[in-house]
């Protein structure tokens, strides 16, 4: 099979695998339990009129799935949102009023890529390099303290480590203790954008610890593996330098589980980062998820999946394209 | 829905924070440009000063954000901080509970109590300099009374018969076809929209992001879940605040909200820990005050007391153990809460043990003659005793008696639910439970979301005990009418009680203009309701704020009510020093 049909095939299957998403996630929100038009005005005062009034503006009057009654069989929820979106109509939000869901997953998206993209380069950076070195040194008091470190900082709790980090950050070193800007500094371009950098430090840093232990844990497992290989053995017997062995032999090999492991992580990065968040009052993603549940806030949250099923989708894709250039074999699969 | 929510005034410190949106409004404010520009030039000195004056930014630190900017459309305490900042209403409550002239200057009632009639102060403008007239007042009104397709709370302020006339410009009559007691009462939300502008919108899809009012304050800038900016209005007809500006600040994390505090990012923060206190109280610089709430709230536990015959024929599942419906078991419940000890060690001190559904903090409506139920585990096994529900079986928990009907639920043994949104629900469940467990009644405890709550709550009825609360107006009226027979099926009751004599003296105060007279009869009513036990009212939770006392001077703390969504304070409060 030739590489470009093998790309058509994961193309379309990615794309199946989204349409079935996109299915299973609508009726999904509609099997809890709560009623939107209830729960996004939580007030036992609300009056069977509005009820009505919101349920109709909503779409929520009309079957599910199939409308039996009067309006024909494809005017139900389901068919009415599949419409809208093939028309890249994500529809409008039910508890933030009248705004449509589009350009609210737009500037959370936006507020969590500021955090999240420093945060998993700084991770992938050092928890490879730190992967690589403890392997290299197995043994040493070196690997033993880089294990300890990555071990330490995958278990602690987000949220803890962020309110450790923000308690000394903001104490000791005058960093802000959340928001994404000062407010009302109004003090020019480059004034405004050392502001939010200082803003970024504090989270970027959190999450960066938070997620360099898997990497780190994943390249030294890896690269111990690949080292105890024939090939190796091989290559230091041609009298290859260790830097030469590890950039022509090992890194390559070892790199396949870390690809993986970057592709999932990478296509979970618009769920945001739901704790980091929290604690920073950042106002990205996760939290806009988070609520948007509490909510039953159904436009709201298919549009949310929707993009973390595409953005899985599309990492998975792409570690796998990856792999057809990291490694030959993967064709036959 | 229900407790959490009334939002109104309330006062539960919920954090439904709104997050990133893209909902940035500017406005430029001519109150804050055309001050201070004209600054003294120094010889040989061309720059003038900035346009920020002496009075600051005074920088608060909450945990909410708005949800909407439409005073119809809100719903949260955050909602309504800003909507009093901007807007002004005919009559406001002040700090001491009191029912005091803001754009009224003065109101009364005809003879027969049916034509209430409020004179206007002479100049209030809005904030694009269009004067403020009694047209004004009969639009927002009228607007408000027929909202009910539309609007969140307002139009529940009405009875729908109002007849709004504005028969000068300072003059507005509201006429209804039955007397009412509680006039005030449903004035003080009504802020008073400027029709020039509404008049031409839709008002239910109105995002309102200028929010032209005629307030002591003028919004700057409105960020979802980050932010909201205002400006003093220079011009106010009530006299301009000190401050130029006031900012608050989105902190979800009441931790951080707490260090923002002490690292001085922010010189006020509402809705902290109790459990903070201690180490705010440390610092020589911050300042903690306590008080009653604005809108007085109030924690209950609900018994699901319905009847059969009562059960809703469309909604109810009705499904709460027999043996609650018997009072004896209610009333050995009662004498198993020390509700002191819960006030203690939940709430670190800050709270008034509650009788019934009206709040401690709802002054002269809160019947303070009852002498509650002691806490006597003794007392509460002799009641069961008494009753006939013994531990026949030996495993610790007791039986409904036999002549009792209690189908395959002969165990006392009930469910208690409680809301995941709630700090201190998960120590007042456990509390509860080793405390009943004393007595023989067991307690399975679940967490459930509130909007799962709400479903298996009212009106479905399906479930045995549920801890949960309520924020009040300042009339107690709506609070009072969720125990009437008539609000069963409408979700409105949590308990299915049904008491007629209840309901008889509900009505009856509805219309009665008489104050004293109206006093005596809620306060009946909260004695029927104290013996007849549908909740038991653990405590009343107190408000409590933190200022950094280096920055700002003159915040209001010495009355009985404590309150940021009141703009008293920053109305008045000046830069330290």
Redesign the interface.
């Given at each position: 099979m030739t590489r470009g049909s093998l790309f058509l095939r994961k193309a379309l299957w990615a794309v199946v695998t989204i349409f079935v998403v996109v299915t299973f996630n609508f009726f999904l929100f509609r099997v809890?339990?709560?009623?939107p038009a209830?729960?996004g005005?939580?007030?036992?005062?609300?009056?069977p009129?509005?009820v009505a009034?919101l349920q109709e503006r909503y779409g929520l009057d009309k079957p599910v799935l199939f409308n039996t009654g009067e309006g024909g069989l494809f005017d139900s929820q389901y068919f009415r949102y599949l419409g809208a979106l093939s028309q890249g109509d994500l529809g409008t939000s039910y508890?933030?009023?009248?705004?449509p869901v589009s350009?609210?997953l737009?500037?959370?998206l936006v507020?969590t890529l500021w955090l999240v993209v420093p945060a998993d380069i700084l991770s992938i950076i050092l928890g490879v390099l730190l992967g690589l070195v403890a392997a290299w040194r197995r043994g040493t008091k070196l690997d033993v303290g880089a294990l300890m470190f990555a071990l330490f900082t995958w278990a602690l709790p987000t949220f803890f480590l962020g309110?450790l980090l923000?308690?000394f950050g903001?104490?000791y070193l005058g960093l802000?203790?959340?928001?994404?800007i000062t407010?009302?500094l109004d003090q020019g371009l480059w004034a405004t954008a050392g502001d939010v950098l200082r803003h970024l430090v504090l989270p970027t840093l959190t999450f960066a610890l938070v997620l360099l232990g898997e990497y780190m844990l994943i390249m030294r497992s890896s690269v111990v593996e690949v080292f105890s290989e024939d090939y190796i053995l091989t290559a230091k017997a041609k009298g290859l330098n260790t830097f030469q062995i590890i950039r022509r032999h090992g890194f390559r090999n070892a790199m396949l589980p870390l690809v993986t492991l970057i592709a999932l992580n990478l296509g979970f990065t618009v769920s945001g980062a739901i704790q980091v968040e929290?604690?920073?009052?950042w106002?990205?993603?996760g939290?806009?998820t988070v609520?948007a549940v509490?909510?039953?806030d159904y436009p709201l949250l298919q549009g949310a999946f929707l993009m973390l099923a595409i953005s899985v989708v599309v990492a998975n894709l792409a570690a796998e394209l990856i792999y057809l250039r990291l490694d030959p074999r993967v064709t036959e699969a | 829905m229900r407790h959490r929510t009334l939002a109104l005034l309330l006062g539960l410190l919920m954090v439904l924070a709104a997050c990133g949106d893209d909902d940035t409004t500017s406005t430029t404010q001519p109150g804050t440009e055309t001050t201070g520009g004209a600054s003294t030039t120094v010889p040989g000195d061309t720059t003038t000063a900035p346009p920020t004056a002496e009075g600051g930014t005074v920088r608060i630190g909450w945990g909410g954000s708005p949800s909407s900017l439409n005073p119809g459309l809100g719903e949260l305490t955050e909602d309504y901080t800003v909507y009093e900042l901007i807007y002004n209403t005919p009559i406001t409550l002040d700090m001491d509970g009191n029912y005091v002239s803001e754009l009224a200057t003065d109101w009364s009632v005809s003879e027969d109590g049916l034509t209430w009639t409020m004179n206007l102060v002479d100049g209030a403008t809005f904030h694009d300099g269009t004067p403020l007239t009694s047209e004004d007042v009969k639009y927002t009104l009228e607007l408000y009374r027929d909202c009910s397709d539309w609007c969140v709370y307002m139009s529940s302020y009405f009875d729908g018969d109002e007849v709004i006339e504005a028969p000068d410009p300072t003059t507005v009559t509201i006429t209804k076809e039955a007397p009412t007691g509680s006039f005030e009462g449903r004035m003080v939300f009504m802020y008073i929209l400027p029709k020039h502008i509404w008049e031409g919108v839709d008002p239910g899809t109105f995002d309102n992001t200028e929010m032209i009012g005629s307030g002591s304050f003028t919004l700057v800038e409105h960020r979802q879940g980050e932010y909201v900016r205002l400006a003093s209005n220079g011009d106010y007809w009530g006299g301009a605040p000190v401050v130029d500006e006031v900012i608050f600040q989105t902190f979800e994390n009441a931790d951080a909200r707490v260090q923002a505090l002490i690292n001085g990012d922010v010189d006020m923060i509402t809705e902290f820990p109790s459990t903070a206190i201690s180490t705010l109280q440390s610092d020589p610089n911050i300042t903690v005050a306590t008080g009653e709430p604005l809108a007085p709230d109030l924690t209950d536990i609900i018994f699901n007391i319905t009847e059969p015959e009562n059960c809703p024929a469309e909604d109810g599942i009705c499904s709460g153990h027999p043996a609650l419906r018997d009072l004896q078991v209610r009333l050995a419940l009662a004498h198993a809460v020390d509700k002191q000890q819960l006030i203690d060690t939940l709430l670190l001190g800050l709270g008034t043990p509650g009788i019934a559904i009206v709040p401690t903090g709802l002054g002269v409506w809160f019947n303070n003659t009852i002498e509650d139920y002691p806490f006597d585990l003794d007392e509460a096994n002799r009641i069961l005793d008494e009753a006939g529900y013994a531990d026949t079986d030996g495993n610790g928990i007791r039986e409904c008696p036999a002549s009792m009907d209690c189908g395959d639920r002969t165990e006392l043994s009930l469910r208690m639910n409680f809301p995941d949104d709630s700090d201190t629900g998960p120590r007042l469940a456990q509390t509860l439970a080793d405390w009943w467990e004393q007595v023989g009644v067991e307690v399975q405890i679940q967490v459930l979301d509130p909007d799962t709550l709400t479903s298996v709550c009212c009106p479905s009825l399906d479930f045995d005990v549920i801890l949960w609360g309520w924020g009040s107006d300042p009339d107690p009226g709506f609070l009072l009418s969720a125990l009437t027979c008539d609000e069963i099926p409408t979700g409105l009751s949590e308990s299915g009680y049904c008491n007629p004599a209840y309901d008889e003296l509900f009505y009856a105060q509805q219309t009665e203009t008489d104050l004293q007279a109206r006093i005596d009869m809620v306060h009946e009513m909260q004695q029927i309701l104290w013996e007849d036990l549908p909740y038991i009212i653990p405590y009343c939770a107190l408000s409590s704020e933190a200022f950094r006392n280096d920055r700002y001077i003159g915040w209001i703390t010495d009355t009985t009510k404590l309150a940021l969504e009141d703009p008293s304070s920053l109305n008045v409060i000046r830069p330290a020093g």
């Open positions: 809890l339990p709560g009623d209830k729960a005005i939580k007030d036992p005062r609300l009056s009129e509005m009034a508890a933030y009023r009248n705004r350009s609210l737009g500037t959370a507020n309110i923000l308690f903001s104490r802000p203790t959340g928001g994404r407010i009302g929290t604690v920073f009052s106002p990205g993603l939290k806009l609520d509490a909510q039953r | -």
